[in-house]
């Protein structure tokens, strides 16, 4: 058995670097919810020079909410964000010899789009073929799926999930996940559990690159191989 290991970066909160040496999949703040193009080609250097896999991470143009508030743009908007940042990410990972291999939407997208169809619609039209992060069961993953698209099930250690399989809101008791031995135990059981292909801890979380160390440990000790889907 294998599982990825994807962490958020360009975020311009935590140590990149640091986190670049434990994962295996990288998603890269497009600008739009945080970080610039100078924290998007770092990123993209690093990955390269980590072989590790880089992903568009697309969100809100919400830089105030750190791209956590819903935002009711219309379709044809958000498809021309969502165009926009790929564009962005692409020329910048191809300049520093990668390519983006991937696309995960990033906070209240990410949230809204496992059930608002006319959101995931408008992400995954501007987003040509590329293989999809996901939570299981989201709309948008169904849709790219039906698509011919490559989808991948993630999970969140880090996160507290509702009984319908959904992360818990934020602004609400149990949403977080902050005690790294306890991250590492969910995320062994999230991958034993052979429901998701990737975990991700979250890149803007106190001592995020010692809980991705934490939770790799823990996979690894377990027998499972820590190396990205798209290897």
């Known amino acids: 058995m294998r599982i990825d290991l994807n962490a958020d970066l360009a975020e311009g909160v935590t140590d990149d670097a640091g986190l670049i ?25 690093l990955a390269a020079a980590h072989d590790v896999v ?3 991470q697309v969100g809100y143009l919400d830089r105030e909410g750190f791209g956590r508030r819903r935002l009711d743009v219309g379709a044809a908007v958000l498809e021309e964000w969502v165009r926009e940042q790929l564009g962005t990410l692409r020329r910048l990972a191809a300049e520093e010899g990668t390519v983006v291999g991937y696309l995960k939407p990033h906070g209240a997208l990410y949230n809204r789009v496992v059930d608002d169809l006319g959101q995931a619609g408008a992400v995954l039209a501007a987003s040509d073929h590329l293989p999809v992060l996901g939570l299981p069961g989201s709309a948008i993953l169904r849709l790219a799926a039906a698509a011919g698209r490559r989808v991948v099930a993630e999970g ?14 934020r602004d609400q008791p149990g949403a977080l996940v902050e005690d790294a031995g306890e991250v590492a135990q969910n995320a062994v059981r999230l991958a034993r559990g052979r429901t998701v292909e990737s975990v991700c801890v979250h890149g ?7 809980t991705a160390r934490a939770v790799r440990g823990a996979l690894e000790a377990v027998g499972l191989e820590v190396r990205s889907w798209a290897g």
Do not use: I, K, W
């Open 54 to 56: 880089v992903g568009a």
């Open 156 to 169: 969140f250690p880090d996160r507290g999930y509702t009984d319908e399989g959904r992360l818990v809101p």
């Open 21 to 45: 040496a434990v994962v295996t999949s990288a998603n890269v703040a497009c600008g739009f919810h945080a970080g610039d193009e100078q924290t998007m080609r770092t990123a993209c250097g």
């Open 204 to 210: 803007d979380s106190p001592g995020a690159v010692a």
